[in-house]
Nanobody
Framework: QVQLEESGGGLVQAGDSLRLSCRAS????????MGWFRQAPGKEREFVAF????????YSPDSVKGRFTISRDDAEKTVVLQMNSLKPEDTAVYYC?????????????????????WGQGTQVTVSS
């Protein structure tokens, strides 16, 4: 089992950068596939980024590709979402998620249901 805690959110202006961190507690962090999701007011939660347990596979949707980068540090049990060139439409609560399940296809990382552990979220607000 793993517990997740996000940090690094805040209020920034359009064009600024933020670095979100997700720190895990528990054992065997290096065996978990990790993802970031976000949920804006009145909208469904949406996928933002994925990184495999080995760290050799990452992907993100077109809406953030080229602006957001996901990485992991297994020694620190941390997953980082570096967000650059932020836009007002990036405003949302950002959630970190972990999955201990097998990964027969990397496309599973897009799905909320693939993850069995979630953090409480951190608010990101981007003003225009």
């Amino acid at each position: 089992q793993v517990q997740l805690e996000e940090s690094g959110g805040g209020l920034v202006q359009a064009g600024d950068s933020l670095r979100l961190s997700c720190r895990a507690s528990g054992r065997a962090f290096r065996t978990y596939h990790m993802g970031w999701f976000r949920q804006a007011p009145g909208k469904e939660r949406e996928f933002v980024a994925f990184i495999s347990a080995s760290g050799d596979r990452t992907y993100s949707p077109d809406s953030v590709k080229g602006r957001f980068t996901i990485s992991r540090d297994d020694a620190e049990k941390t997953v980082v979402l570096q967000m650059n060139s932020l836009k007002p439409e990036d405003t949302a609560v950002y959630y970190c998620a972990a999955s201990s399940r097998p990964l027969p296809s990397t496309l599973l990382g897009y799905l909320e249901t693939y993850y069995n552990y979630w953090g409480q979220g951190t608010q990101v607000t981007v003003s225009s």
